[in-house]
C-alpha cells in the first residue's frame, strides 16, 4: 500500500466501492471509508469526494474521484459536453484539479494518482496517461510548494501487457514535459504573437524579439500540411518561427532567416518533394548543420532527400508524419527530448 498521505480511488456517484481499487481500499479501510463520503453526496461526474482513510495506518484521506454515473450519464453528455471522449477529458482534468486544489487546502504533501477511470469507466489508458500527465505538470508549475507524486497501475482485469506499462509511463514523460515548456512559455509566447500582430506590414523582425525553440523549414507549396505541424505545436505550447509568404523581402531577408535558425533548439525539417528541390529549404538545412542545430525531419511523402543534403542528415531518424497519433506522438517525444538538453 502506498505511503502517501492521499489515495485517490474512482467510483460511481452513489460512492458504493464495489469494485476494483475502490473495493480494496474498503476491504481493508472499513465501511466508515464509505459512510463518511456518502455523506457528502450528492456528486457528479468529474467531483472528488474527500473522506476518513478509515482503519488505513498510512493515510489521512481518501480522494474519491467519480467518473461513472449510472443514472445521468446522458444528461452530462446532453447538457455539458458533446461525446464520450470530450466527458472523458473532463472527468480526468477535473478530477487532477480539484485533488491539488484540497492538497492545498489540507495543507498535504502527497498524494497517489490511480489510472482514474481505467476499470468499469472504460477510459482508454492512452487517453488517460496523456491528460493526465499534462493535468498533474500544470498543477506542479503553478505552486511554488513541494509536492510528491505517485502514480500507481492496479489492472484488477489484466488486461494490460509489459509493453502497455512502458507505453503508458513514456507517454507520462513526454505529456509532462511539454506541459512543464508550455506553462513556462504561456507569458513569453503571449507576448510575442502580441508584437507580431502589431507589426506594419513588410516589418522585419528583430534578433532580440524572437522568442522561439523551433524553426520550421518548409516549402510554401506544401502549406496545408504545415499548418497541421504548426496547429500541434501551438495547442502544446512550443514556440516556433515560419516564414510566411510575403512577410519577408528584400536583402535584410537573410539575416531574418539566420537569426531565427540561430535562435531555435530545433529545426523541423518537412521534407518533400517541393522542399527537396527548394534551394532556400538546402540553404536552410546547411547552416542549421552547421551550427549543430538538432534537426528532426518530417516525412510527408515519398521523395528522397537532395543530395545536397543527404549527407547531412543521412542518418538523423525520420518521421513518417501522416497526422496519425502515433506520428505526433513521434514528433512530441523528439521535440520535448531536444528542447530539454
Known amino acids: 500500500m502506498s505511503q502517501s498521505e492521499v489515495i485517490v480511488s474512482s467510483d460511481d456517484t452513489a460512492i458504493s466501492m464495489g469494485g476494483g481499487l475502490s473495493g480494496y481500499i474498503l476491504k481493508n479501510g472499513g465501511v466508515a471509508i464509505r459512510e463518511d463520503a456518502q455523506r457528502k453526496l450528492p456528486a457528479q461526474l468529474g467531483d472528488v469526494i474527500l473522506s476518513t482513510a478509515g482503519h488505513l495506518t498510512n493515510q489521512k484521506f481518501i480522494f474519491h474521484s467519480i467518473t461513472l454515473d449510472y443514472e445521468h450519464k446522458e444528461d452530462f453528455y446532453t447538457g455539458k459536453l458533446v461525446n464520450a471522449d470530450d466527458v472523458n477529458k473532463y472527468i480526468l482534468r477535473h478530477t487532477v484539479d480539484k485533488c491539488f486544489k484540497l492538497l492545498q487546502a489540507l495543507d498535504l504533501q502527497s498524494i497517489a494518482f490511480p489510472c482514474i477511470g481505467a476499470g468499469l469507466a472504460n477510459i482508454p489508458i492512452q487517453q488517460i496517461a496523456a491528460v493526465m500527465a499534462e493535468a498533474i505538470a500544470q498543477n506542479l508549475c503553478r505552486t511554488q510548494k513541494s509536492y510528491q507524486v505517485e502514480f500507481y497501475l492496479y489492472?484488477?482485469?489484466?488486461?494490460?501487457?509489459?509493453?502497455?506499462?512502458?507505453?503508458?509511463?513514456?507517454?507520462?514523460?513526454?505529456?509532462?514535459?511539454?506541459?512543464?515548456?508550455?506553462?513556462?512559455?504561456?507569458?513569453?509566447?503571449?507576448?510575442?504573437?502580441?508584437?507580431?500582430?502589431?507589426?506594419?506590414?513588410?516589418?522585419?523582425?528583430?534578433?532580440?524579439?524572437?522568442?522561439?525553440?523551433?524553426?520550421?523549414?518548409?516549402?510554401?507549396?506544401?502549406?496545408?500540411?504545415?499548418?497541421?505541424?504548426?496547429?500541434?505545436?501551438?495547442?502544446?505550447?512550443?514556440?516556433?518561427?515560419?516564414?510566411?509568404?510575403?512577410?519577408?523581402?528584400?536583402?535584410?531577408?537573410?539575416?531574418?532567416?539566420?537569426?531565427?535558425?540561430?535562435?531555435?533548439?530545433?529545426?523541423?525539417?518537412?521534407?518533400?518533394?517541393?522542399?527537396?528541390?527548394?534551394?532556400?529549404?538546402?540553404?536552410?538545412?546547411?547552416?542549421?548543420?552547421?551550427?549543430?542545430?538538432?534537426?528532426?525531419?518530417?516525412?510527408?511523402?515519398?521523395?528522397?532527400?537532395?543530395?545536397?543534403?543527404?549527407?547531412?542528415?543521412?542518418?538523423?531518424?525520420?518521421?513518417?508524419?501522416?497526422?496519425?497519433?502515433?506520428?505526433?506522438?513521434?514528433?512530441?517525444?523528439s521535440l520535448a527530448y531536444a528542447m530539454s538538453r
Open 155 to 333: 489492472d484488477h482485469k489484466h488486461l494490460l501487457k509489459e509493453l502497455d506499462y512502458i507505453d503508458i509511463f513514456e507517454n507520462f514523460a513526454v505529456r509532462s514535459a511539454l506541459a512543464q515548456l508550455k506553462q513556462s512559455n504561456t507569458e513569453q509566447l503571449a507576448e510575442e504573437v502580441s508584437e507580431i500582430s502589431s507589426m506594419p506590414s513588410g516589418a522585419l523582425p528583430k534578433r532580440d524579439e524572437m522568442n522561439h525553440q523551433v524553426f520550421i523549414s518548409y516549402s510554401r507549396r506544401d502549406m496545408e500540411k504545415v499548418e497541421g505541424i504548426k496547429n500541434i505545436l501551438e495547442e502544446n505550447g512550443i514556440p516556433y518561427w515560419i516564414d510566411k509568404e510575403g512577410i519577408f523581402s528584400g536583402e535584410n531577408y537573410k539575416e531574418v532567416i539566420v537569426d531565427a535558425i540561430d535562435i531555435a533548439k530545433v529545426v523541423i525539417f518537412v521534407s518533400s518533394a517541393n522542399s527537396n528541390a527548394s534551394i532556400n529549404v538546402i540553404r536552410e538545412l546547411g547552416y542549421a548543420v552547421k551550427q549543430r542545430k538538432i534537426i528532426v525531419p518530417l516525412i510527408i511523402d515519398d521523395a528522397s532527400y537532395a543530395k545536397s543534403i543527404r549527407l547531412d542528415i543521412a542518418d538523423i531518424d525520420q518521421i513518417e508524419f501522416n497526422n496519425s497519433e502515433l506520428a505526433k506522438k513521434k514528433l512530441l517525444t
